[in-house]
């Protein structure tokens, strides 16, 4: 399923799966409906589908399953648009159009040897976990893991229920929220002052992944960079508007970048200075 | 450009009206031929069967928003420079269906949309459009992903350029590197002069074609008027774009204070973008058929200077004009270099021309060249 034939060939998948996850944001299971399509599929933590549903549109949703596990395709989707807003009011088993994947991944075989932390906000988590997932399936080739995961409160936070198992595996998990409610005994504010704090014991080996609001990831890069991480050590994943996908319909554009192309990930020092620039 | 050798090989075909020779030569082998014609008060493309159909006597004269056409009183076929229409409504037609989907009992059929456009030959394609064509060739077939829709039609288009023998006032392809003269990527080349045509020979294809009309070998005065023709367009072109070093310079002011001066002067109206040859943002709409509940996703002609066009999230991320106008100007003169090897602009002035208040690109860059104060 290389897009290199023709990037609008669209394949028919079915939801298979439907799993609410916080208000507003639910985790879709998408299987082929031909068995070909599916052998035929794969993906690296950190690239994305498009989503199509006939006669409502497309939207670019990241791949947040586990690239290793063929059977379904995970979306974890939040409600901001017309076509996101259809998809959450359709049943189980109903049929869509799927294009992809596509984009850059998480370069995670160049973060062999080294520690690494990953830095999530909101509904930033889920393209990472594809990543989580094969760290941790990998999880002697590299050093120390931590996930650092801000959400606006307690309920906005996402995939908890795995927190335990990717703990136990190996991963330490930090939580931050900017609004504490009843029965928060946890942290509160920004996911920079989490990264601020936290012991790197090898800075000169750390490798920072980053995914969330714009703002939130220059913070972020800005933090790492004290601590010792240059941003050759840092990447992030970026959202622009993507419509085909393929780096032709020029609407994704920062800078030279096309997002969908040379990115979603890219490497933090071949776009700060393109972030720096209000409304580029 | 380097000086214009005269070319020992090139042929003479005269008297004038023998263009319909090449006409009907290229129509016997297949090709729908496209050319300029009068149309809405502008020389415009379309197809032609005929050479009565080409502008004969007309000339264009332009200015930064203006665009008139005259008659000459002169038996010229090609004495005007270029249009609002760009051989980009071919090659990347402003609309044309890329998917489409049929409903089923359950779910949907994805389908690929039958495309079989015609086979073009271009008559009367300047320099300049050549140097468009093999920007978008870049853009569409060397840039990673290839275009089907794109490559069905650029492969087997036959190209006739006419080399300009006179410039608009908005030209500025010689600072483009770009014209006026055609150099190569031509089948067939023509230089018009008074009483006939000098062509020069491009292609086997562009040689099999001439094979078939009434030419002789051009005479050596025949060939050296051609050049005199030719040297024209290049003394009268007085517009020019410094592009030293521009693409850095650029990417270096990208908060020059000409950005806001620039956004207060522009309608965001898109014109630009539209007559831009180069130009190749898209959108895809969703057209369904009522009666059958088929849906074609028509892949239509985009601008950067829609408010929506960088929408995320439901708001624009470049929300003001002068946003716009920067993401326009430094891709078309920076990080186009960076995408794919060459500059976006090919000097041809037709965003000068068809912009309704008159900015000129080339003045936008001097200003930008200027330090901020």
């Known amino acids: ?42 993906f690296r933590p950190g690239q994305f589908n498009m989503l199509y549903l006939p006669g409502v549109g497309e939207s670019a949703i990241s791949l947040c ?12 989707v939040r409600v901001a648009g017309r076509v996101t807003q259809t998809l959450a009011g359709m049943p189980l088993g109903s049929q869509l159009g799927v294009r992809g994947p596509f984009g850059t991944g998480w370069p995670i075989d160049q973060w062999q040897g080294m520690d690494v932390v990953l830095v999530a906000g909101g509904i930033g988590l889920p393209p990472l976990r594809p990543a989580i997932y094969e760290l941790l399936q990998r999880r002697d080739e590299f050093g120390c893991l931590t996930l650092i995961y801000g959400a606006r409160g307690p309920r906005s936070l996402l995939y908890t229920a795995e927190f335990p198992t990717w703990q136990s595996q190996g991963l330490s998990v930090l939580t931050i929220v900017d609004r504490a409610s009843a029965g928060w005994t946890g942290n509160q504010g920004v996911v920079t002052s989490l990264l601020e704090r936290l012991e790197l014991p090898n800075p000169a080996t750390t490798a920072v992944a980053v995914c969330g609001p714009e703002i939130m990831i220059r913070y972020t890069a800005l933090a790492a960079a004290k601590r010792g ?17 393929v780096g032709l319909c020029g609407h994704c554009q ?9 990115g979603p990930v890219l490497r933090y020092d071949r776009v700060r200075h393109l972030l720096s620039v209000e409304a580029l | 450009m380097s000086a214009d050798p005269i070319d020992n090989a090139a042929l003479w075909l005269g008297p004038k009206a023998g263009l319909q020779q090449v006409i009907d030569a290229l129509r016997r082998t297949g090709y729908t031929i496209v050319g300029p014609m009068v149309d809405q008060a502008a020389i415009v493309y379309g197809e032609i069967g005929g050479i009565e159909q080409l502008p004969r006597g007309w000339t264009d004269r332009q200015a930064p928003g203006q665009y008139r056409i005259e008659q000459t009183g002169r038996d010229t076929y090609f004495d005007y420079v270029v249009g609002p229409h760009s051989w980009k409504k071919y090659l990347f037609p402003p609309r044309l269906a890329v998917a489409a989907v049929v409903p089923l009992q359950a779910g949907w059929q994805f389908e690929r949309p039958r495309d079989d456009p015609p086979t073009y030959a271009f008559l009367g394609v300047r320099a300049c459009e050549i140097a468009a064509i093999r920007v978008q060739d870049r853009v569409f077939l060397e840039g990673g992903y290839v275009d089907a829709a794109y490559q069905r039609r650029r492969k087997p288009a036959f190209i006739l350029t006419v080399n300009c023998t006179l410039a608009g006032t908005n030209c500025f392809c010689a600072s483009m590197n770009t014209g006026p003269r055609c150099t190569e990527g031509f089948d067939l080349a023509l230089t018009e002069l008074e009483n006939g045509f000098v062509i020069e020979i491009g292609s086997e294809r562009g040689r099999s074609t001439m094979a078939d009309c009434d030419v002789r070998p051009a005479t050596e005065a025949e060939r050296s008027a051609g050049v005199a023709a030719r040297q024209r367009a290049t003394d009268q072109q007085s517009k020019r774009m410094n592009t030293d070093g521009l693409p850095q310079l650029l990417m270096a002011n990208l908060q020059h204070p000409r950005w806001k001066d620039v956004g207060e002067r522009c309608l965001s109206c898109t014109n630009c973008t539209m007559v831009c040859p180069t130009c ?10 009522l009666n059958t509940g088929r849906i074609e996703r028509q892949r239509q002609w985009d601008s950067c200077f829609h408010e929506e066009f960088s929408s995320l999230n439901g708001r624009p ?30 000097g041809c002035g037709r965003c000068i021309t068809w912009c309704p208040v008159g900015i000129d690109i080339t003045e936008e860059v001097a200003a930008l060249r200027e330090p901020a104060l």
């Open chain 2, 317 to 346: 991320v470049r929300n003001e004009i002068a946003a716009r106008y920067r993401q326009w100007l430094t891709h078309k003169l920076s990080t186009w270099h960076e995408q794919f090897g060459t500059s976006g602009c090919v």
């Open chain 1, 65 to 76: 399953g586990d690239c290793r596990a063929p059977d379904v395709w995970k979306h974890t």
């Open chain 1, 229 to 245: 991480i240059v941003s050759e050590r840092v990447w992030v994943s970026l959202e622009r508007n993507m419509q085909c996908a």
């Open chain 2, 280 to 289: 190749f943002c898209s959108s895809v709409e969703e057209v369904p058929d």
């Open chain 1, 254 to 262: 920062l800078g030279p970048e096309f997002i969908c192309r040379d």
């Open chain 1, 1 to 42: 399923m290389k897009p290199a034939v023709s990037a609008w060939e669209t394949h028919a998948m079915r939801i298979v799966g439907i799993r609410p996850e916080i208000d507003g944001v639910a985790t879709y299971d998408l299987a082929f409906t031909e068995q070909a399509g599916g052998d035929a599929y794969q």
